[in-house]
Structure formats: C-alpha cells, structure tokens
C-alpha cells in the first residue's frame, strides 16, 4: 500500500502558464514531507522541508505548503528549465528517519 | 557546496559477477542510505547505516547484498551475484539532521 501518492503522473506548461503539483500521504504520524526535483539520469536535488500543517516553504518560482492530508507543489510562471521530474518523500514520527517516496510529476514546460 | 559523490558514473557487469558501488558521503553527516531506481520505477530504499552497522534495511536488500563503511569516508554497496534484475540507477545519500541528500547516482547494468 503507496504510502505516498502523488498527481499528475505527467504534466505539460506552457512557459508562463502556473501549476500546482499535489502529494497526499496516508501515515499516521508525519515527520517531515520533503520534495525533490529529479533530471534525467541524476540523483535527486533537495528543494524544501515541510514539518507542520499550514507550513509554506519558498524558492524562486516553487512554493511548497503543506496540509493534515497532502501538500502541493506551486509552481508560478514556470520556465522551460524547470522541466525535470519532482519527487515527494515522507517520514515518519516515532520510526526511523528514512524518506519514503512518491512516484514523481513529470513536469515539462514548453517554450 | 558540500556534496555526495558517487563512484562510477556507469558500471556494466555480466550476471553473476560481483560489483562495489562507491560513496563518499557529505563529511559531516552521520547516517548514510542506499537508493535503487528501476527506470520508470519510484526510488526504493534498500538499506540505511548509522554509527557503523546497518540501522534498517528493506526487503530488496536480500543476503546478495552488504554495505561497508571501510574508513572514515568511503560508503560502499556490494552486490555479490549480480542478476539482470539489478540494473537500476543506485543512490546514495546521506544526512545530519532531517534533510537527506543523494548523489548523483550509479547507472548499473547487468548483462
């Protein structure tokens, strides 16, 4: 059982055209839910840690926030460069501290 | 920026050969993991070390596998008997407090 679902599977932008990328979770105690941006051939790239309900975490044109149940991945204006995959990983409270991730958005932008 | 980097970039083995995957974590960071990724699959987690010995480790992480922390730097992943089901991108990451952060992975393929 996916303790990390995330959605769209895929997802194509026009360059411009603001996205948000959803990440809901089914554990029963959260830690931490993190995500990650993933190229092409390359290990994932740490963006933002989010640890309570109605935390929000900014970087560039990405806003992360953060509910009981999911989080969403705002993306504002995207460019083309912004195109990789993005990754949602959860831990748990009173487990160990491993991240447990998602299946990924594929996000492309188009110019 | 400090960083994880992984040794090589690429390995091709025939089945049933034995391969060592090399990781040198971030230099300050205590707890250190091995990630596989089967193209188009999500990032499993196999195994995760702590203060010199394994903390947890997966299912996937059978008897074929083991993890050495030979000297104060170097992380290894050794696979005995490789089998065609191993190719996989392998990542290691490492971390010091809540985020972990991977590198950029060892294209393993097995013939």
């Known amino acids: 059982e996916d303790q990390v679902t995330q959605s769209p599977e895929a997802l194509r932008l026009q360059e411009g055209e603001s996205s948000s990328l959803n990440c809901s979770y089914t554990?029963?105690?959260?830690?931490?839910l993190f995500w990650y941006r993933q190229d092409p051939g390359k290990g994932p790239e740490f963006l933002f840690t989010l640890y309570s309900a109605g935390e929000e975490k900014e970087k560039e044109r990405l806003k992360a926030t953060l509910t009981k149940k999911e989080s969403f991945l705002h993306i504002t204006a995207p460019k083309p460069e912004d195109s990789a995959t993005y990754l949602c990983?959860?831990?748990?409270?009173?487990?160990?501290?491993?991240?447990?991730f998602g299946r990924g958005t594929s996000l492309i932008v188009h110019p | 920026e400090p960083e994880v980097t992984q040794t090589p970039s690429h390995q091709v083995t025939q089945m049933g050969q034995e391969v060592i995957l090399r990781c040198v974590p971030i230099?300050?960071?205590?707890?250190f993991y091995w990630y596989r990724q089967i193209l188009g699959q999500k990032v499993e987690f196999l195994v995760s070390?702590?203060?010199?010995?394994?903390?947890?480790k997966s299912e996937i992480f059978d008897d074929q596998f083991s993890v050495e922390r030979p000297d104060g730097s170097n992380f290894t992943l050794k696979i005995r008997s490789t089998k065609l089901e191993d190719s996989a991108m392998y990542f290691c990451?490492?971390?010091?407090?809540?985020?972990?952060?991977f590198g950029q992975g060892t294209r393993l393929t097995v013939v």
């Open positions: 230099s300050n960071h205590l707890y």
């Open positions: 990451a490492s971390r010091r407090s809540t985020e972990a952060f």
């Open positions: 554990v029963s105690g959260l830690r931490g």
């Open positions: 990983a959860v831990q748990i409270s009173g487990g160990s501290y491993i991240p447990t």
């Open positions: 070390f702590y203060n010199n010995e394994i903390s947890e």
